[in-house]
């Protein structure tokens, strides 16, 4: 019974070694060939390919014996494929490069031509022709196959993306734009695909005479095919990436006037100059929608948000008076009594009270505001959680503690999944941060490095280490002393911080926190407008700090503000390029590239 079981077992073992053989044969064949032991890897191949005439075994034996250099036995081995396979014209490649490996370029040659001459009208087939081609470097023979391949398919598919792939390799950049816009008569949809391909051929900043020829050829198209809006689409795109936003408007204005049923291109790039700070470009754009009447789509939107952004323009400034802040609510005042007090004017209503509540000194008039918002029907939830966490903003502004909480916890559980959702929570750490409660403050920060949203994640990552690394001993004080200067700081009540701030170095001298009150110290400075105030701060950081957490902060928005408030293009280039060398692994690094190569003017081509 016993050697019956045993003898049973035997068998069974012998036909899993039997099944799994072909898989031992294979993994050893590219152990052997991946330690270029080829005479090994050629015969397990064979063996492989005998058994199974798969395509990985063929190229594993040609390649193999090729490099043994026995090119005796690789035509032998293509040779007889090709009777096998008479209709299958990528050996005839595989036998041209056998030939031009001998020296015979013309026989290399004369059967390249076969294959070409001899392939099937099927996108397939010409596609794995050219890829064959591609596999020796032939670029030129890619291309030859092809433009066969458009010739014979007779505008069935016309293999632009292929082709413009294929020029790219050669280094023909004009053919290849060619190629891309013939691409898209063919398909609009590939817009978006191209685009990626070309952000990174072109590079960062679009300069130079690859940027210089795409511009060049889309004129070319829109003029020759005013019909087809996707030129007009794609230079819009082109001058976004230039950072030539008032062209981009000139395109996008061309396109509505054209093709009034294309809607929303316009709105589109005014958002996207609102996103770059390019608020006089979004003006423009917002104003043409309004100037349309009320009867278009857009109408209460633009109207909105051309008011917001003339705020933003305003106030972000740091140099604004009075007046243009009286001017700006009769600007509000006009929209609303047009408008009226409804669903669509709910961001209208909201921005009015930012004003206010921030700027005019009428808290209590921007609660009312927010709270008639809160009120409307119909108006867009999202739009309202805006409302919830302004609202929450002015409470805490104007020392309401309570209310804050319950708000920001409310678009937190209504947006649990959503950027906006995120923001509410960041927000409700930071309450509970100028609260004193760095521990609660803490747990809520942990879940937001996650965040969906960068800027959200990058806040949430700030704060958090702000408190781990002053929280180490049980003494608090001067902790809470900084995050009451940081409220103080929010309710713009500066001089209160400030005076709060130098209280944390007389009493603590030396403390951990001495980086963190220069960088607040500065943050005031700025919003202030006081720009000089605020690089004796970030230059006294990089001083002492240099190489501490805020070191790399310090560095990169001391050159933004040589770049953007000084004009000081060569100490800023300079301070981007200490980012680079000094600072490799921070959270600047990419922008500070951007910025330093824009301001070396390189082409990057």
């Known amino acids: 019974m016993c050697r019956k079981i045993v003898f049973t077992l035997f068998l069974c073992l ?53 490099q043994l250099n026995d090119l005796k036995s690789a035509e032998k081995f293509i040779k007889k494929q090709i009777k096998k396979n008479p209709e299958n014209h990528s050996l005839d490649v595989h036998l041209g490069q056998v030939y031009k490996l001998t020296g015979a370029e013309d026989k290399a040659k004369k059967q390249y031509n076969v294959a070409i001459d001899n392939v099937a009208p099927n996108q397939n087939a010409i596609i794995n022709l050219s890829e064959t081609f591609y596999k020796y470097k032939e670029i030129d023979y890619v291309i030859k196959t092809l433009l066969t391949g458009k010739k014979i398919m007779r505008g069935m598919y016309p293999f632009n993306m292929e082709l413009a792939d294929a020029y790219n390799a050669k280094g023909d950049y004009n053919s290849m734009y060619k190629e891309y816009l013939e691409a898209l008569a063919f398909n609009e949809a590939y817009l978006g695909q191209i685009q990626n391909i070309l952000q990174g051929f ?8 690859k940027a210089d020829e795409l511009r060049v050829q889309l004129l070319k198209h829109i003029q020759q095919f005013p019909d087809r809006p996707v030129y007009a689409e794609f230079l819009i795109w082109f001058f976004i990436q230039q950072r030539d936003f008032e062209s981009a408007f000139t395109q996008a204005k061309a396109i509505d006037k054209r093709s009034p049923q294309s809607l929303g291109k316009v709105i589109n790039l005014a958002q996207i100059c609102v996103s770059n700070q390019e608020y006089d470009v979004a003006i423009k754009c917002f104003d043409f929608e309004v100037q349309k009447g009320v009867q278009n789509p857009y109408y209460a939107y633009s109207r909105s948000q051309l008011v917001n952004t003339i705020q933003k323009k305003i106030t972000e400034t740091s140099n604004f008076t009075k007046k243009d802040l009286n001017d700006l609510e009769l600007i509000y005042n006009s929209a609303l009594a047009d408008m009226g007090y409804t669903a669509e004017s709910v961001s209208l209503i909201r921005g009015l009270a930012h004003l206010k509540g921030f700027f005019l000194g009428q808290p209590e008039k921007a609660i009312e505001l927010l709270q008639t918002a809160l009120g409307l029907l119909n108006a867009d939830p999202t739009l309202l ?6 609202l929450g ?19 937190d559980k209504g947006f649990k999944h959503d950027a906006i959702g995120q923001e509410a929570k960041f927000k409700n750490a930071r309450l509970s941060f100028y609260k004193g409660e760095f521990e609660w403050a803490q747990a809520q920060l942990e879940v937001l490095k996650g965040a969906t949203s960068k800027l959200i994640a990058n806040d949430a990552l700030e704060l958090s280490l702000l408190i781990s690394d002053n929280t180490v001993d049980s003494n608090y004080v001067p902790l809470a002393m900084f995050s009451r200067a940081d409220l103080m700081s929010f309710q713009n009540k500066d001089s209160l ?25 500065y943050k005031i400075d700025y919003k202030a407008g006081k720009y000089q105030l605020a690089i004796e701060k970030l230059d006294a950081l990089i001083l002492n700090f240099g190489e501490d957490i805020l070191g790399d902060d310090a560095v990169f928005k001391l050159a933004e503000l040589y770049e953007k408030k000084l004009n000081d293009t060569e100490k800023a280039k300079k301070l981007y390029q200490d980012i680079l060398i000094n600072y490799p692994g921070s959270l600047y690094t990419v922008e500070a590239r951007k910025r ?4 070396r003017g390189d082409g990057l081509n």
């Open 385 to 390: 959680a805006e409302c919830k966490l302004e």
């Open 393 to 411: 903003d002015i409470y805490i502004f104007t020392g309401e503690m309570w209310e804050p909480a319950l708000l920001y916890g409310q678009v």
């Open 596 to 599: 330093y190569r824009k301001m």
């Open 202 to 209: 072109i590079g960062d900043e679009f300069k130079g005479p």
């Open 497 to 521: 911080a400030i005076l709060t701030l130098d209280s944390i170095n007389k009493e603590f001298p030396g403390h951990s926190l001495s980086d963190d009150i220069l960088y607040k110290k």
């Open 14 to 66: 012998g036909a899993i070694i039997t099944i799994a053989q072909p898989d031992t044969d294979e993994q050893l064949a590219k152990q052997f060939f991946d330690n270029r032991e080829f005479d090994k890897s050629a015969i397990l191949y064979e063996k492989l390919f005998n058994k199974a005439a798969l395509l990985e075994y063929f190229e594993g034996y040609l390649e193999s014996v090729l």
